[in-house]
């Protein structure tokens, strides 16, 4: 017997595990994270009552929402079963959004024609570099701070001109998560950009990377580079701003990935030159 259902805190955390599996490298704190932004916002496929499979369905808006994480557990593929959940997923967060929203997803090359069926037009591509060691000309402007020093507010109106919704609770915790290295770009009292590396099973991803200009951005990057000294960075960087996949190669960064940006609905409206990283491919 199939069954489609909402998922519970222990699934997410088996979702997550079965994405590093997949070699996803997900952030260490991603399960309590993802969990924490909308525990209504997964559903699983179980046969025979087991649980197979599952999948992000995040209700960002009443105009935006995101599906990602979408695995099914090996043994269990070429039965229809992920066919079945995905479906089931997009029906579920259209029916949550208003009739104007939008459904972003990430998608692996080999699953852009499935998701294209399934009403998904193709946006633009997301890059993962790598940066192995720190660049030896690397240095800290005196205008990066501890993101944490800052209003949450004034970082959640910055976030908002980059991101289709306003996400002040999730930033917080996204902001102090464990182990997270959170820095911030001020000029005259005036927030330019920001960043945030978050530590994953392999190296430190930085997600989001949000800045005025390459300037500001480089500066960040930087800055990251020196404080994570010892660490791989990794950056997921969007085709539709030249400039941040400019500013990977300045650094040589090696691409190791790429997944294709798709929507359902309209793009969302956001500063798209301001993107240098997106925050996550998993939950938008």
């Known amino acids: 017997m199939i069954e489609i259902r909402p998922m519970t805190e222990t699934e997410v955390r088996q979702l997550v595990a079965w994405a590093g599996d997949e070699g996803w490298n997900p952030g260490l704190n991603d399960a309590d994270l993802f969990w924490r932004l909308d525990r209504n916002g997964f559903l699983a ?28 557990d ?12 995905w479906f089931a997923r997009r029906d579920r967060l259209l029916a ?23 009403g998904f037009e193709i946006f633009t591509r997301h890059r993962r570099f790598l940066l192995a060691q720190p660049a030896a000309t690397a240095k800290r402007s005196e205008m990066i701070v501890p993101l944490d020093t800052l209003p949450l507010a004034k970082v959640a109106e910055y976030d908002r001109q ?30 330019l950009g920001f960043g945030v590396a978050r530590p994953c099973l392999v190296g430190y991803k930085i997600g989001p990377l949000f800045a005025d200009s390459p300037d500001v951005a480089d500066e960040l990057l930087q800055a990251f580079q020196l404080q994570l000294s010892s660490q791989p960075l990794l950056l ?27 929507y359902h609905g309209p793009p969302p409206e956001i500063a798209s030159e301001k993107i240098f990283g997106i925050t996550t491919m998993e939950v938008g």
């Open 236 to 262: 997921d960087a969007p085709d539709n701003n030249p400039d941040a996949v400019d500013l990977c190669l300045k650094y040589r960064m090696e691409e190791v990935f790429g997944c294709t940006r798709m």
């Open 74 to 85: 090996k043994p269990y593929r070429g039965k229809g079963l992920g066919t079945q959940l």
């Open 96 to 118: 949550q959004l208003s009739p104007n929203g939008s459904i972003g997803l990430d998608g692996v090359d080999a699953m852009v024609p499935f998701y294209a069926n399934g």
């Open 162 to 191: 980059c991101f289709p919704a306003y996400r002040e609770i999730y930033l917080g915790h996204w902001i102090n998560q464990p182990n997270a290295v959170s820095l911030g770009y001020v000029e005259e009292g005036v927030l």
């Open 45 to 72: 496929v179980c046969e025979n009552r087991e649980f197979v499979g599952g999948g992000a369905v995040i209700r960002h808006s009443e105009a935006f929402g995101f599906m990602g994480l979408f695995i099914v």
